[in-house]
């Protein structure tokens, strides 16, 4: 199976800082604009930042500021730096493509910011 794997999670004190790594078996991130995504409790997945082949950033809205999404295309691997943190971006957070590849989805990594 080929899927992403999420790494680098964990808690945090507010104001702290966490970086969360993806990664794939075999040279496939470089055909995909990427993207990091999270899930709230209770609520549905939605992408917060993306990086294209060429690493052209957008970021999903003001909050996300806070965060620095990069990629290496040759490592097949990307990374969210997360400074800053608050609660509210207590999350599990995954990587994929944009739009998803449903069977490529991986098991996330939790992040929980909390005193």
């Known amino acids: 199976q080929v899927r992403f794997v999420e790494s680098g999670g964990g808690l945090v004190q507010p104001g702290g800082s966490l970086r969360l790594t993806c990664s794939a078996p075999?040279?496939?991130?470089?055909?995909?604009?990427m993207a990091w995504y999270r899930q709230r409790p209770g609520e549905s997945r939605d992408w917060v930042a993306l990086?294209?082949?060429?690493?052209?950033?957008t970021y999903k809205d003001a909050e996300t500021s806070r965060f620095i999404i990069s990629r290496d295309n040759a490592e097949n691997t990307m990374t969210l730096q997360m400074t800053n943190v608050k609660p509210e971006d207590t999350a599990v957070y995954y990587c994929?493509?944009?739009?998803?590849?449903?069977?490529?989805w991986g098991q996330g990594t939790q992040v929980t910011v909390s005193s």
């Open positions: 990086v294209t082949s060429r690493n052209k950033t």
């Open positions: 994929n493509a944009i739009p998803p590849r449903d069977r490529y």
């Open positions: 075999g040279n496939i991130f470089s055909q995909f604009v």
